[in-house]
Every structure is written in C-alpha cells, then in structure tokens.
C-alpha cells in the first residue's frame, strides 16, 4: 500500500460510497449531501470547527444504517427499498410513509403492509436508536472527535423534537446537524424528483422538521447550488473542502478504519456478526506462518472484502431456501462493487483487487471476473480459503454450523478439486488448529478442539450474561435463548437488561458490536 496516499478524507469518501449502497442510493449520494451541506453551512458563516464536525458527520451519515437491517427486512422485506422509499417521507406523517411504501419498487404483500401499520411506530424507534448507536460507536472506533460523534447521534433528530432516540429538539441540536437535516432530504428529493421539488419540500417542512434560519439560507443559494452541482466532479469538490488541519492517518488507523466498516457490513445479518474481524485474524495469522510480505495490506483487504455486501438485500441474505438466478446474480455482484468502491481511494486502490478476488476460485468456478490460477493474487487465494473455512464454522439461514473437523474436510475437498490454493489451505487449517493433519489430505483422521484465535471475555459481564449476549449477537428471541440455557422467559429479560445497562446500550445491534469488539463472538 502507497503510505504517500494515506489521506483521511479520500479513504472515508471512497468508503461512504458503501453507505449509498445499503440505503439502494446512487452513488455519491452521501458525497451530495456533504456538498450541499457545506455549501449552506458556509452561507451561515459556520465556524470552522463545526465545519470539520459537518464534514465527517456528512460522509459518516449513514454509518448505522445497517444496524437495524435484520429487523427492517423482518417487518418489510427488502431492507434497502424501504429505507430508500421512507428516506423521502416525514416519519411523523403515518398516511405518508404508508403512502411511499405502496408506491415503493415492487408490490408489498399484505402482510408486509400489515406489520408495517401495526409496527411503525416501534420500529422507527428501535431504528434510530440502533442506528445512532451504533454510528457513534463505530464513528468513536474511526477515531471521530466528539463533535462529528454529536452529530452522528443526532442524524434522526429533529428540530420539532420529534425524532429520535433523544427527542432533542432547537437549539439544543448541534448546528452542524441541523444543517445536515436539510441538506439529506435535498438531496434524497432532488433525486427521486428534481430541484423544484426538492426545494418545495424544505420549505413545506420549515420549522417543523427542519430548523427555520437553515431552510432559509439553503433556499437562497439552493437552485443555483443545485443546478451547478450537475455540472462538476462533487468528488473533487469535496476532497478539495476537507479540513485543513486532517493529518494523513498511520497503517494503525488505518486498519481501525477498515475494522469499522468491515463491522457496518457485518452487522447488517445476524449470521456475519464478526466476521470480518474473525476472518482478518487467520489471514494475519496466516500470512505469516507463510513468510508473506505486506500482512498490513492483507489484514486492510480481508476486513473490506465483503463490503460490497452492503448492495444485497437482508431478504436474500438471510433466506433460508436456495436462491434463484436474479437473487444469485446479487450476491455475484458484491464483489464488483467492493472493487469499485475501493479504487476510489488511492490509499486503498493497491488492495482493491486482492479484497475483490476472495470469491474467485483456482478453476475458474467463483466470481465477479471468473479468474483461474496464478491471474488471481495470492492474498486473494488466502483470504479465500480462510473466509470459506470461517463461513462454514458459522450458522447460516440454510444449514447449520459444521464442526471444526467437517469445515477442514470440506476445505480439503475443495483443495483436491482444484478450487482453493493447497498451501493457503494449509497455513489456515495450522492457524485455526487443525483437526486433522492438513499436510496428509486423509479423510479418516479423528476431531479435535480448534485453538482460538483470539478469544478474551469482558470483565463486565457474569458468565452467564456472556452466554446470553452471544446468543442475542447471533439473532436468538428472548424465547429461544431460554431454551437454550434452559432458563426462564423472565430471566431472559433480566439478564437483557442488566446487560445494557452494564455495557450502556439499548439495542441488540449496539450489544452485538460490543461483543465483537471485546472478543465474546469469537470462537
């Protein structure tokens, strides 16, 4: 990687391309906002302070939003249709996000419609709660100041107070944020309907969603601003308005960087939670024991791999049957968009093709290019083979985990099929703790315990709250973790709560971070 190139602004820029993705935005849209934003922010005379706030705040907006992805796609199906179509409506209008979801791509089920009236109202509190905290959590993971970490909890606030979580509501918003307010709706409306109607909506929401002296400086540079912006590379506008005193950030958080959007992506099905972290520590572990040159590079490129993953849809992630042509073809494009994603950044083009070659395979059976042999990088071979010994030590909506011993002996067919590198097989069954002799290829060898990677507990929770956060990570009801543990309903709940409040969350997605994090999901 070309540590010349290691600029903040361009590497989160690049990444927030991924956020337009799992919102089913265009792209650049988050790049939009952030132009809009600062254009109006600077018509107010921002200081340069709040500027900076505004700036990170704009391109980590959407940082959260896979958070409650699980629970959207329960309630409404397609987890990205939705939070495009209501990303348009004013939330406390019922008829109207009612009005937008039947006028969404597709035709909803009834009972999608029905769970939609029945649940709204919960559902757009769990969502921004998850969302927020999960922003600030993986914002504060970034290494955002905590003027940027103000603004990413208040992103679904409101300057009538009738947003969320907090309810805060005025001037007790941060001005960076009430700018941010207006400029998103911008944007999500000149898109979906044009200038006229984007402006007729900021004035149509003044005073009430948004923030009166804001609406009335957008509105005065607004069609112009807008009607220029069609014309210019907002990309290099916005790299050009990065603050000034952003220093070039080290190999270190670099990695921090790449640990938290490899969390966004991970977070967004119950059956990823951690992996990407999981799947960086073999291939560190790994790389080495090869004698490998650049590790760095491939622990940043074993942790973005999959970031593209954001495009597809929960309801295809998480469906338990097999898939069809058209929902295998999403999946199929992942890859392609983590490459596009990571080539914006010239601090993280150099791994764009190692991250996007880890589901491609040695005969020319995996994807996006269909490569064979040597033409794919032997840092994609290895993330290869350590994401398909992961992937199939872990639950998934079709099937169960394997054991240690039956991931190694699917690992080891695929090996003899011509399909995963031998020696990168190898080097990841030796780091995981090989159930079997890796080196002899036999399918009669007995199980055995794999040696954990990395596997700390917290000192803040009991035991037993760390059985029961785990099962919560992974997606288990209050119900089904009673079962479980062979523990009552009520001392579910119990245990829930003491949990969130010893490790301050309120959400099942926050709780789970935290568990990745502190290494409780590993295993």
């Not at 990687?1 to 903040?8: A, F, P, V």
């Not at 103000?150 to 979580?165: I, N, T, Y």
């Not at 790994?286 to 940043?300: E, Q, S, T």
């Not at 037993?464 to 309903?489: P, Q, W, Y």
Request: aromatic share 4%.
């Amino acid at each position: 990687m070309d540590r010349t190139h290691l600029r903040l602004p361009e590497v989160i820029a690049a990444l927030s391309l991924a956020t337009d993705l799992a919102n089913d935005n265009p792209p650049e849209t988050t790049l939009r906002i952030c132009y809009v934003a600062l254009a109006t922010a600077r018509s107010m005379g921002l200081r340069s302070t709040d500027l900076a706030d505004l700036y990170y705040g704009a391109l980590l907006r959407f940082i959260g939003c896979t958070a409650y992805a699980h629970e959207e796609s329960n309630v409404l199906g397609d987890d990205l249709v939705a939070r495009h179509v209501l990303a348009k409506t004013d939330v406390t209008r019922p008829s109207q996000m009612l009005r937008a979801v039947l006028r969404g791509k597709g035709k909803p089920k009834v009972s999608i419609l029905w769970n939609f009236l029945i649940q709204s109202r919960s559902m757009f509190s769990n969502f921004t709660s998850a969302n927020c905290e999960v922003a600030c959590m993986l914002g504060a993971k970034i290494g955002m100041p905590e003027g940027v970490l103000r603004v990413l909890a208040q992103v679904h606030e409101r300057w009538d107070g009738r947003g969320g979580p907090a309810k805060i509501r005025g001037d007790a918003l941060s001005s960076a944020v009430r700018i941010l307010h207006v400029a998103n709706t911008v944007e999500i409306v000149r898109n979906a309907a044009g200038i006229d109607a984007a402006c007729d909506v900021i004035r149509e929401r003044t005073a009430g969603q948004f923030d009166p002296d804001v609406c009335r400086a957008f509105l005065k540079i607004g069609p112009d601003l807008l009607h220029g912006m069609e014309t210019i590379s907002v990309w290099d506008e916005v790299i050009r308005q990065a603050p000034r005193s952003e220093s070039s950030p080290g190999s270190g958080r670099l990695r921090q960087i790449a640990e938290a959007f490899g969390s966004f992506v991970d977070l967004k099905s119950i059956y990823t939670a951690g992996r990407s972290k999981a799947v960086s520590h073999i291939v560190e572990n790994a790389a080495r024991r090869m004698g490998l040159k650049d590790v760095d590079d491939l622990i940043i490129a074993s942790l973005l791999a999959d970031i593209g993953m954001v495009s597809v849809p929960n309801n295809i992630i998480e469906k338990p049957g097999k898939l069809n042509t058209s929902e295998w073809e999403r999946v199929r494009l992942h890859t392609y968009y983590t490459e596009r994603i990571l080539v914006r950044s010239p601090a993280l083009a150099t791994i764009a093709s190692i991250a996007s070659s880890h589901q491609e395979r040695l005969d020319g059976s995996g994807y996006h290019r269909g490569s064979i042999g040597n033409a794919i990088p032997l840092g994609a071979r290895l993330i290869a083979a350590a994401d398909t010994y992961h992937a199939l030590v872990q639950r998934r909506s079709y099937r169960s985990a394997y054991s240690p011993t039956e991931a190694a002996h699917i690992l080891q067919r695929d090996v003899t099929a011509g399909r995963i590198d031998r020696t990168c097989a190898d080097a990841v069954l030796d780091v995981v703790g090989n159930p079997n002799d890796s080196r002899k290829w036999q399918e009669d060898v007995g199980p055995a315990s794999p040696r954990r990677i990395n596997s700390p507990s917290s000192s803040a929770l009991s035991p037993r709250e760390v059985e029961v956060l785990r099962l919560l990570a992974r997606g288990s009801s209050n119900k089904e973790i009673g079962l479980a543990l062979d523990i009552s309903h009520r001392t579910v709940q119990h245990h829930v709560e003491h949990i969130y409040n010893k490790i301050t969350v309120s959400t099942r997605a926050a709780a789970t971070l935290y568990a990745v994090e502190n290494g409780i999901l590993t295993d």
